[in-house]
């Protein structure tokens, strides 16, 4: 069955721990992403990754970080958490290749910054 | 860049009523219009989604129609239920974005009455 698996489901942390949230497809897919989604903001692009050791930054990165050392692993890095990042995080996929260019998108990662 | 804006931000429907929302984007490049449906607490599902080849497509009780010159697009629900009900988003993507992301609309609040 096709996945993009993230975890933790659901987190609440203190402003400053730093924290990692994974993310794993199992589709081959090139492209990987991040988006944070805000009440009244919508979805908004955080980094995005074209394949492995090549990310860059969307419209919000300021205060994440992100590695692609694998191809089907995206990890989402908060090095000092702060409570304007308390947010419903989504990872999501897409193949590159072909017509066959759907993004997928993991369950979701709520965090809460107290 | 791409910029993509959608209406109403709610609708309610009485249930059987058709609903239709609609998305008008900026970027006369862009070429792929996904429409997303996210229910309360869950990740977007793709639903439908249409290229600028095509003026029309239907799945069903579902149908989205594009309008390149005016540059807008629309999602048509007949026959609406009750699980229905849902935030819509939709969204498009330009192949000048080098960064493959989609842009999406601020999303519908749809509500189907029984």
């Known amino acids: 069955e096709a996945q993009v698996t993230q975890n933790p489901r659901y987190l609440i942390t203190v402003t400053g721990k730093k924290l990692t949230v994974t993310c794993s497809q199992n589709m081959n897919h090139e492209y990987m992403s991040w988006y944070r989604q805000d009440p009244g903001l919508g979805l908004r692009q955080i980094y995005y990754s074209m394949n492995v050791e090549v990310t860059d930054k969307g419209d919000v990165p300021e205060g994440y970080k992100v590695s692609r050392k694998e191809k089907r692993n995206f990890p989402l890095i908060l090095e000092s958490p702060s409570p304007n990042q308390t947010s419903l995080y989504f990872c999501?996929?897409?193949?590159?290749?072909?017509?066959?260019?759907?993004?997928?998108f993991g369950e979701g990662s709520w965090l809460t910054v107290v | 860049g791409e910029n993509v804006e959608q209406h109403p931000s709610t609708l309610s429907v009485q249930e059987g009523d058709s609903a239709v929302i609609k998305c008008t984007y900026s970027d006369s490049a862009s070429n792929y219009f996904p429409w997303y449906k996210q229910e309360l607490g869950k990740r977007p599902q793709l639903i439908i989604d249409i290229r600028s080849n095509v003026g029309e497509k239907k799945d069903q009780r579902i149908a989205v129609t594009l309008n390149k010159t005016a540059k807008h697009f629309s999602l048509h629900i007949t026959e609406t239920q009750p699980e229905d009900s849902a935030v819509y988003f939709c969204a498009a993507r330009s192949p000048l974005d080098s960064s493959y992301k989609l842009i999406f609309g601020s999303g519908t609040r749809l509500l189907v009455r029984p």
């Open positions: 999501a996929s897409s193949s590159l290749t072909g017509i066959e260019n759907t993004i997928y």
